[in-house]
């Protein structure tokens, strides 16, 4: 297992990405969308990317979860390095490794909460661990309403089930761009306070993209990009100090 050292504690790490670099187009129309990015994310621990629009953080979650190619660098997700991969086996380490959470909830309408959250490992042919299961639907405190379509259920109880259905096959690592973008702020604060349960809890291993101070406030560690590079990072996050940090690198801006 990969480990690094945090502050002198040895932690295992989920994914790592080295010197990864992005780069779309070619010539004059050239973005560098991620400028030689290095960072961990060590397992169970919760943490949060922030940054300016542009700065790459949906391109650098993409591309450390297998969902898009990288320009240069490295990725691994556990001991797996992804360039090594085929495409075939890439789909596969999405599918067993990696837990996703969409803005859009992308819950399947026919279905019932229950069969929406244990819907991919029907699909992969992977029985859940009951145990696991269990203890997952009772934290999203769904018990009640797991034959519902996700038409009776709130915004806030849909995201709950697809963060439920992140959680199912016990990813390696979940990640989310925006999960709390679409809702309101106490549906959200439900979703982000069940995530970090799930960390707590459970030991998972959560990556989410968020814009607002308040939801990295619920993460262990802020990670801050700017022009596609790492910037700043932040252990224990207040909101307060999340917005303090956002301001400086605002001025910053305003002043080069
Ligand atoms: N498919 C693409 N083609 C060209 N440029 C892209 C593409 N996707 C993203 N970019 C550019 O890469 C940079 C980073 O984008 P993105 O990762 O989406 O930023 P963020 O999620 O922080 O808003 C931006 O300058 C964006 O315009
Ligand atoms: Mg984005």
Redesign the pocket.
């Known amino acids: 297992m990969t480990t690094s050292s945090i502050a002198g504690r040895s932690t295992a790490v989920a994914a790592r990405a080295t010197d990864l670099s992005k780069i ?2 070619q010539g004059e129309t050239q ?1 560098v ?1 991620l400028d030689r990015v290095s960072v961990d994310f060590a397992q169970a621990e919760f943490t949060a990317i922030m ?10 979650m993409h591309c450390v979860a297998g969902l898009d190619t990288f320009s240069s660098g490295s990725v691994r997700i556990g001991d797996t390095e992804l360039g090594s991969l085929k495409d075939k086996q890439l789909t596969k380490l999405r599918r067993d490794k990696i837990g996703f959470i969409f803005q859009a909830f992308n819950l399947l309408p026919t279905l019932t909460a229950l069969e929406n959250i244990t819907l991919p490992m029907d699909i992969a042919g992977r029985k859940p661990d009951k145990q696991w299961l269990d203890s997952v639907i009772e934290m999203i405190g769904l018990s009640g309403r797991l034959g519902h379509r996700p038409s009776q259920l709130s915004g806030g109880q849909q995201q709950r089930v697809a963060v439920a259905r992140a959680l199912a096959s016990r990813p390696e690592i979940i990640f989310g761009d925006e999960p709390t973008g679409n809702l309101d702020s106490r549906s959200g604060a439900e979703v982000l306070g069940f995530l970090r349960n799930s960390v707590r809890e459970l030991g998972q291993t959560v990556v989410m ?1 968020t814009h607002d101070p308040v939801a990295a406030a619920y993460a262990d560690r802020v990670v801050f ?1 700017a022009d ?1 590079r790492i910037v700043d990072e932040v252990y224990g996050p207040t909101a307060d100090a999340v917005l303090d940090r956002m301001k400086q690198f605002d001025t910053k801006g305003r002043t080069s």
């Open positions: 779309y187009g973005v969308a940054g300016p629009s542009g700065s790459g953080k949906s391109t650098l993209v990009l596609g």
